[in-house]
């Protein structure tokens, strides 16, 4: 109501605002002309600037803009009113349109004062209307809080729960009123039915959850058994195994570490991830480590105990297929010795007794006849040598399947034969290599130990076995004797070429070097084949 009282007189200062501009304009044209009027006009101008719809603009209320602007045009009246008493039409011509504009200026901000006080009028409506909903609204609202919505919801929740759920909407219990009462007994009421209802359900979902752990462990252990169910245990079927759990389970990074450099792994490993870990163990004889990246609390711990113990008896299988397969070996490899030992050893003693009692037939005058038996006589000699050597190596008998100390064993009688320090060190993994690879790989290094011994008059002979980050086995053999007079074998001696054959047969390269420090260096490089390639040689090929 007040901003409508202010705003009766507003249309009346802009309309004596704008005739401002139309009064300069005739008094320029009474300077130009007749001047008669020209007082006549200076006072009607004068009286305007006065009149009290423009006197008001001058209050405190009015914007501080209105209020510049009509000082302003004033101000400037006092200065064009001079130059027209004065008769000064030129300044008046050239002055005029910015006095003008001053005007506009004001008729403007007279404008926007206007229409600021009507929505002004408009803002204090709407706040009324809101004012006015709102005392309704909260009116209406507090009687539903009070005696309706407690009602209403005290019948959904009798019906809730007569379907026997819990979850109603809370009862308002504060109510200063019977109702408030009735919801408090309610509540406490639902709230012992609760209690029941949600000890038996939560029984039942934890017994269900057991279940459904309980299945995924037995499909997981299942499956890896499945895979460790086969007639020979190799890399294949332990890559098979963390290939079922990563497959069954929600890990991320699998990996079965046994020793040094045998690793088997299954996924991406990622360096934020924490680390789990599982010794494999089997009769108290730790086997390995079993580690994984997982959500935590995933997948159970049991499954994972459970599964690190079928690795550790997959890992024992392991070895005693090795083990067992390498007896074999050593068993055929016996049975030909003892063959070769009654029939062909047998042979060649009668030969050479033979050739002795030929040899004192032939009267010693016939030197032709002598020459021809004492080369037939070392011939059989070197042959007999030969299968002698043939022998003790097909007697060799090894009790261990691991490969240190299937080494540490083979080595041990050789120490017997020499004074030279033989220094041994081995990191090959055992699971790299089956029993015939093994063996091999034995017998080469045998040989090469026993050239050192036989050959080499050496102080010291050092054996490494080594493998790289890649796979690739580097066995080496140094001795720091005379070393070896020749790389070519010896016209009688074959041992050289059965290593390099020995050496062929496990895919790899075996080089033969004097190095400058002096002695000999013996080494080999090959890699495991899959097993799946792995070489089913006769006992005549070792």
Known sequence: MLTLASSLRDAEAINVAGSLRMQSYRLGYDLQGDRLNLEKHLEQYSQSLRSPALLKIEKFWVPAEVRNRFAVINHAWSDMENHIRQGDLQWYKTNITGYVAQIDLFVLALQHYAERKMMQVVIASVLGFIAIFTLVFFTLRRFRHQVVAPLNKLMEASRTIERGEFDYPPLNSQLPNEL?????????????????????????????????????????????????????????????????????????????????????????QHDEEAWQTLPIVLENKELGLLRWQAPEGVPPEPLMQSLANMLGRGLYFNQAQKHYQ????????????????????????????????????????????????????????????????????????????DLPSALQEM???????????????????????????????????????????????????????????????????????????????????????IMHERAARLGGELAISRPAEGGTLITMTFRSPPSNQATNETPLNL
Request: some cysteine; glycine content about 4%; overall charge negative.
């Open 411 to 497: 080595i041990a009688p050789l120490r017997n034969q020499t004074k030279a320090v033989i220094i041994m060190e081995c990191d090959i993994p055992t699971q790299a290599l089956d029993a015939s690879q093994q063996v091999h790989l034995l017998q080469i290094i045998r040989e090469g130990v026993l050239n050192a011994i036989k050959h080499a008059q050496a102080q010291k002979i050092s054996v490494s076995c080594k493998t790289s980050s890649k796979g690739i086995h580097t066995v080496s053999i140094l001795d720091d004797g005379t070393g070896i007079a020749s790389l070519t074998e010896p016209e009688g001696h074959y041992g050289l070429n």
């Open 180 to 268: 408030g009462l009735l919801s408090h007994t309610f509540t406490r009421m639902s709230g012992e039915l609760h209690k029941l209802y949600r000890s038996l359900e939560e029984s039942v979902q934890e017994k269900t959850l057991d279940l459904q752990e309980a299945n995924q462990t037995l499909e997981v252990l299942y499956a890896c058994s499945q895979a460790l169910t086969v007639s020979t245990i190799d890399k294949h079927c332990f890559e098979r195994v963390l290939q079922q759990v990563r497959q069954k389970t929600p890990v991320n990074y699998l990996e079965m570490k046994t020793g040094e450099n045998w690793k088997i792994e299954e996924g991406v």
């Open 326 to 401: 390498q007896l074999l070996l050593m068993e055929e490899r016996a049975t030909i010795a003892r063959e070769l030992h009654d029939s062909l050893a047998q042979v060649l003693s009668y030969l050479r007794i033979q050739l002795t009692l030929l040899k004192r037939a032939v009267p010693a005058e016939n030197q032709a006849a002598q020459r021809i038996i004492g080369d037939f006589s070392q011939a059989l000699n070197d042959a007999y040598r030969q299968l002698r050597e043939l022998l003790t190596t097909f007697r060799l008998t090894l009790q261990q399947a």
